[in-house]
C-alpha cells in the first residue's frame, strides 16, 4: 500500500468548490478559512534577514547559539519558563514539519498510539498514520487514554480550532498522570501568545505545571502568527534535554536544517516585543469586528478565548453554513475539518485585512 493510499483526503481540498462560489461574488471573496498571515512582515525581521543573506556555508541542524539563547530567553522572559537551556532547544522548519513528523522521528511502530484532542488540527492523525502508529482522539486524555499503549501525548492550548485554553491547574494534572506512566507530553504552543479578554494562556514549562524538570515534556513555539513568519518557515521547540537530543541525532541525519538567514530572522523576531503587541492589537479589533457580525447574524460563538479563530455554530450541519456563507462571498472552514465533534461548528479565522473583515461585516 502507498503512503497517500494511508492518509485522509487533504480536507482543503474539499473547499476548493465553495471557494470558487465565494470568488465569484461581485466584491471578491473574504477568504476566512485558513490562518495564513495577511499583515506586513515587521521591518525588524525583513532586516535581519537581509543582513544574514550572504550565508553560503551549511546552516547547523541544532542552530546558532544566539538562536538557541534567544529562544531561552522568550520562554523566560515571555512565559515565565525556568532552567530552560539553550541546549535542549531546536529549530524547526515551521512547526507543521514537526507535528507531522515526530512520530516517526521517535520512532513509533505499529502498535502504538498517539493521543490528540479530540478536536484538533489533522496534522496530529497524520503524523501518528505515517509512523503506523494509531492515532486517538481524546477528550480526557488522564480518563481516556491506555498509558500502556500511548507513547506521544499531543497537547494543544490555545486550541486550533476552537480556542480553548488549558489552565494550570489542568496542565499540572495531565503532566503528573504522563510522568507516571512514561507518556512523553509534547504541547503545540502555536497561538499561546493571542489570548483574549483577560485569558493568559500557560506554556507546559512553566513551574506550576511541571516544577522544576522539564522531563517528559516538549513545548512547540512558531513564529508564523506572533510574527507574520508563516512565509519564512521558522519555529522552535524546547523541553527534556534526553528528547531533544535524540531529536537532533535523527535530525542530522535527515537534513532537516533551518537556513542560517531564518535563523537570523528568528533571533531579531523573538528579541522583539513591540512588532508582537501590534500585530495582536490588529487580530482583536478584527476578532471584535467579526465577532459582534456573526452573532448579529445568529451565530454563538463558543470558546474562542484565545487562538487566531472564531469556533461558531447556527446548529446546522457545517457544509450548510459553508456554503450559505460563500454565497455572499466569504469563505469559512467547516468544523468537519477537525473532527466528527466539529460537524456543527464552523471556523471563522482572523487573518483578513482590514478592507476584508469590513466587508465581510457588511455582507453579514
Known amino acids: 500500500m502507498s503512503i497517500s493510499a494511508r ?30 498571515p495577511v499583515d506586513p512582515v515587521p521591518d525588524v525581521i525583513r532586516q535581519a534577514l537581509a543582513a544574514a543573506s550572504d550565508s553560503p556555508g551549511y546552516p547547523l541542524t541544532h542552530g546558532t547559539a544566539a538562536l538557541r539563547e534567544a529562544a531561552t530567553r522568550y520562554l523566560r522572559d515571555r512565559h515565565g519558563v525556568a532552567g530552560a537551556d539553550p541546549a535542549a532547544v531546536l529549530p524547526l522548519i515551521g512547526s507543521k514539519e514537526l507535528v507531522g513528523w515526530l512520530p516517526l522521528l521517535l520512532d513509533l511502530r505499529a502498535g502504538d498510539q498517539v493521543g ?6 489533522p496534522t496530529y492523525e497524520i503524523g501518528a498514520l505515517l509512523a503506523h502508529a494509531e492515532p ?24 486550533n480550532p476552537t480556542g480553548r485554553v488549558l489552565g494550570a491547574a489542568e496542565l499540572r494534572r495531565i503532566v503528573e498522570w504522563a510522568r507516571e506512566h512514561g507518556v512523553l ?15 493568559e494562556p500557560v506554556s507546559v514549562l512553566r513551574p506550576e505545571v511541571c516544577g522544576d524538570s522539564h522531563d ?26 534526553a528528547v531533544v537530543s535524540e531529536l537532533l541525532a535523527v535530525r542530522k541525519h535527515a537534513g532537516m536544517i533551518v537556513p542560517k538567514p531564518v535563523q537570523a530572522a528568528m533571533i531579531a523576531a523573538l528579541d ?11 487580530y482583536a479589533r478584527r476578532r471584535g469586528a467579526l465577532r459582534t457580525a456573526f452573532e448579529a447574524a445568529g451565530f454563538r460563538i463558543e470558546h474562542s478565548e484565545a487562538s487566531l479563530y472564531l469556533w461558531a455554530t447556527r446548529d446546522e450541519e457545517c457544509w450548510e453554513t459553508v456554503a450559505d456563507l460563500a454565497k ?3 469563505l469559512v472552514a467547516p468544523g468537519e475539518f477537525y473532527g466528527a465533534a466539529g460537524e456543527r461548528f464552523v471556523r471563522i479565522a482572523l487573518t483578513a485585512t482590514d ?8 455582507r453579514l
Open 7 to 36: 492518509l485522509p483526503v487533504f480536507p482543503w481540498d474539499r473547499l476548493e468548490p465553495y471557494k470558487a462560489a465565494a470568488s465569484a461574488h461581485p466584491d471578491g471573496v473574504v477568504d476566512l478559512s485558513v490562518g495564513t
Open 328 to 330: 455572499r462571498g466569504i
Open 216 to 241: 517528559g515534556l516538549i513545548a512547540v513555539h512558531s513564529l508564523s502568527k506572533r510574527s507574520n513568519f508563516a512565509g519564512y518557515r521558522g519555529a522552535f521547540l524546547a523541553g527534556d534535554p
Open 355 to 362: 478592507e476584508r473583515v469590513a466587508a465581510a461585516v457588511a
Open 136 to 159: 486517538v482522539p481524546y477528550d480526557d486524555p488522564v480518563t481516556e487514554l491506555d498509558p500502556a499503549r500511548v507513547k506521544l501525548l499531543w497537547l494543544n492550548s490555545p486550541s
Open 116 to 121: 490528540y484532542p479530540q478536536l484538533a488540527y
Open 185 to 199: 507530553v509534547v504541547s503545540d504552543e502555536c497561538y499561546i501568545e493571542l489570548g483574549w479578554e483577560g485569558t
Open 272 to 282: 522583539d516585543r513591540a512588532h508582537a503587541v501590534e500585530q495582536k492589537q490588529r
